[in-house]
């Protein structure tokens, strides 16, 4: 791999990584009990789908993953203004789910076929 494509999937990799923890964090903070692991696996189950092709490099699941985005940054937004107690775990959610995006569409740009 070129030194672009590698750097940007490093980006791809490290956002995703991250954000998956902070939801996870954000959800067990919330409810430190058995049913908080359960609803946090289930908070993060739209970031879960896409990993194996993120770490197999699919540029297809590169795609899709930009939709996985999206309910992140809703919830985040919304808490942050909802929510003064939580508004720290909200903003690091938008500002992840933002790096995440930004890195996916980097990495789509670098890989992008040649006519």
Known sequence: MSDPVLS???GVLATHGLLLATVVAWQLSLRPSLAGLGLAFLAAVPLLAPWSGL???HR???VWATLCVMPYLIIGVMEAIADPAHRGWASACVGLAL???AALILYLR???PRP
């Open 8 to 10: 940007a999937r490093r």
């Open 60 to 62: 297809f699941t590169h």
């Open 99 to 101: 790096a995440f995006f």
């Open 110 to 112: 670098v890989t992008r």
């Open 55 to 57: 770490l197999r490099a």
